[in-house]
């Protein structure tokens, strides 16, 4: 089994940032891509960034990677109250089963205006 443990979320002010991290665990055979989605109350969770489109088309926001961590990375810059939502860290991965979609649990960001 493989797991997506994503932490770095909070309470910051307009104009602020915040870091988001998302570690895969387990039996990771091959991580093929990692990404960021955001769902805000009452709408779509929406794309943010993925590794496989390098820096984020809203760009604000920078995803990076580190290998050896299996670790993706949010990068939230200038932050805006429209940027409140749950944070959802996407990965498709292969372990000895096969290739998979995985989700984390969602961390919550909040801008405050």
């Known amino acids: 089994q493989v797991q997506l443990t994503e932490s770095g979320g909070g309470l910051v002010q307009a104009g602020g940032f915040l870091r988001l991290s998302c570690a895969a665990s387990?039996?990771?055979?091959?991580?093929?891509?990692m990404g960021w989605y955001r769902q805000a109350p009452g709408k779509q969770r929406e794309l943010v960034a993925t590794l496989t489109s390098g820096e984020s088309v809203k760009g604000r926001f920078t995803i990076s990677r580190d290998n050896a961590k299996n670790t993706v990375y949010l990068q939230m810059n200038s932050l805006k109250p429209e940027d409140t939502a749950v944070y959802y860290c996407n990965a498709q991965i292969s372990d000895w089963r096969g290739k998979y979609e995985y989700w984390g649990q969602g961390t919550q960001v909040t801008v405050s205006s």
């Open positions: 387990g039996s990771i055979v091959k991580i093929h891509t």
